[in-house]
């Protein structure tokens, strides 16, 4: 009889008593200084508080000089800039990543200042659906005094301005105005009011229904694979793929795990319902694949939903690490 070998003995996780150590490898080097319009944080990124609907505004003119722990206060959790850290503790010259589901383009956005203020060159994918969104990826990067590329149209065009764009040494970030997919073409994507960041690529059969169970028009956006997005970076080996897709991210990362093996040292995974926590630690466990993070999402379930995603109240993440590649 054969013994199931899960996980690979090699990976450490990162408890939350060392978070301190790691938030603090993010520090700006020189002490960030505040500006009427923006909070800027203690790794020196500026957020423009009126361009996010749902963030606190009286944080912008402010300077958030503490570590995040437990959180940010209006975007994310400690553990989520945990992640970051740990992709950049890596000793090369290029660190490159690729954001899906990006929003703003936070991830992508704080991963080319932090490498820029230690003098490390850093190159980086943003995949944002939501063309309002793409937007203020756009701003938000160029108020950090980061050159942008946007990559738009069909898949076609969108899969042309990736190649062009990898040959491109003046624009460090190219957003992608599509959803990210195993495989090229259109899906469906629902109209959400642009405070709502939970919209995604899911919908009832045969119903204008998305995972939490709200009606909403939909329209045709461009798909653009995971291969074609991979194939975009220099380098072979990508430090980290970021990954926030309400509700989709297993059927996403287990129909293009190949291409991801073959590809990513570290994997941040946002995580939407206790199935696709289950799902993705059983598929990836068995592939070698290590947990370095694991924090569950929190659901409360009320009223009815047509899905488990759609009771999350709180998202999770899984930080994965690819214990095959190495730079």
């Given at each position: 009889?054969t013994?199931?070998?899960?996980g690979?003995g090699?990976?450490r996780?990162?408890?939350?008593?060392?978070y301190?150590?790691w938030?603090?490898?993010?520090?700006?080097?020189?002490?960030?200084?505040?500006?009427?319009?923006?909070?800027?944080?203690w790794?020196?990124?500026?957020?423009?508080?009126?361009m996010?609907?749902?963030?606190?505004q009286?944080?912008?003119?402010?300077?958030?000089?503490?570590?995040p722990?437990?959180?940010?206060?209006?975007?994310?959790e400690?553990?989520?800039?945990?992640?970051?850290?740990?992709?950049?503790?890596?000793?090369?010259n290029?660190?490159?990543?690729?954001?899906i589901?990006?929003?703003?383009?936070?991830?992508?956005?704080?991963?080319?200042?932090?490498?820029?203020s230690?003098?490390?060159?850093?190159?980086?994918?943003a995949?944002?659906?939501?063309?309002?969104?793409?937007?203020?990826?756009?701003?938000?990067a160029?108020?950090?005094?980061?050159?942008?590329?946007?990559?738009i149209?069909?898949?076609?065009?969108?899969?042309?301005?990736?190649?062009?764009?990898?040959?491109?040494?003046?624009?460090?970030?190219?957003?992608?105005?599509a959803?990210?997919?195993?495989?090229?073409?259109?899906?469906?994507?629902?109209?959400?009011p642009?405070?709502?960041?939970?919209?995604a690529?899911?919908?009832?059969?045969?119903?204008?229904?998305?995972?939490?169970?709200?009606?909403?028009?939909?329209?045709?956006?461009?798909?653009?694979?995971?291969?074609?997005?991979?194939?975009?970076?220099?380098?072979?080996?990508v430090?980290?793929?970021?990954?926030?897709?309400q509700g989709?991210?297993f059927?996403?990362l287990?129909?293009?795990?190949?291409?991801?093996?073959?590809?990513v040292?570290?994997m941040?995974v946002?995580t939407?319902?206790?199935?696709?926590?289950g799902?993705?630690?059983?598929?990836f466990?068995?592939?070698?694949?290590?947990?370095?993070?694991?924090?569950?999402?929190?659901?409360?379930?009320?009223?009815?939903?047509?899905?488990?995603?759609?009771?999350?109240?709180?998202d999770?993440?899984?930080?994965?690490?690819?214990?095959?590649?190495?730079?």
């Amino acid at each position: 009889m054969t013994v199931p070998s899960l996980g690979n003995g090699i990976t450490r996780s990162i408890p939350p008593s060392e978070y301190p150590r790691w938030l603090g490898m993010l520090d700006s080097p020189t002490p960030p200084s505040a500006h009427p319009e923006f909070l800027t944080d203690w790794m020196g990124v500026r957020t423009r508080m009126s361009m996010l609907p749902w963030a606190p505004q009286e944080l912008a003119g402010t300077v958030a000089a503490h570590h995040p722990i437990p959180d940010d206060g209006y975007r994310s959790e400690d553990f989520e800039y945990v992640a970051l850290a740990r992709a950049l503790d890596v000793q090369t010259n290029l660190f490159q990543m690729i954001e899906i589901g990006a929003g703003w383009a936070p991830w992508s956005v704080a991963a080319i200042v932090t490498c820029r203020s230690r003098g490390r060159e850093a190159r980086a994918i943003a995949v944002e659906a939501d063309s309002r969104r793409v937007e203020w990826a756009v701003r938000h990067a160029e108020d950090n005094g980061i050159t942008v590329r946007v990559a738009i149209g069909d898949h076609h065009s969108i899969e042309s301005t990736i190649r062009e764009w990898r040959d491109d040494d003046s624009r460090p970030l190219l957003i992608v105005c599509a959803a990210a997919w195993h495989e090229s073409g259109e899906l469906s994507f629902p109209k959400v009011p642009v405070d709502d960041m939970g919209a995604a690529v899911w919908t009832l059969p045969g119903t204008d229904v998305d995972y939490r169970g709200a009606h909403l028009e939909h329209s045709a956006i461009p798909a653009v694979s995971m291969r074609s997005l991979l194939e975009g970076l220099r380098d072979p080996i990508v430090d980290l793929l970021h990954v926030d897709v309400q509700g989709v991210e297993f059927e996403l990362l287990e129909a293009c795990a190949h291409e991801v093996q073959e590809r990513v040292l570290l994997m941040a995974v946002g995580t939407h319902s206790r199935i696709s926590e289950g799902h993705l630690l059983d598929f990836f466990l068995p592939r070698g694949w290590g947990v370095i993070i694991e924090s569950p999402c929190r659901a409360e379930y009320l009223m009815t939903r047509p899905t488990l995603a759609g009771f999350t109240v709180q998202d999770g993440m899984q930080l994965w690490e690819n214990p095959f590649l190495t730079h």
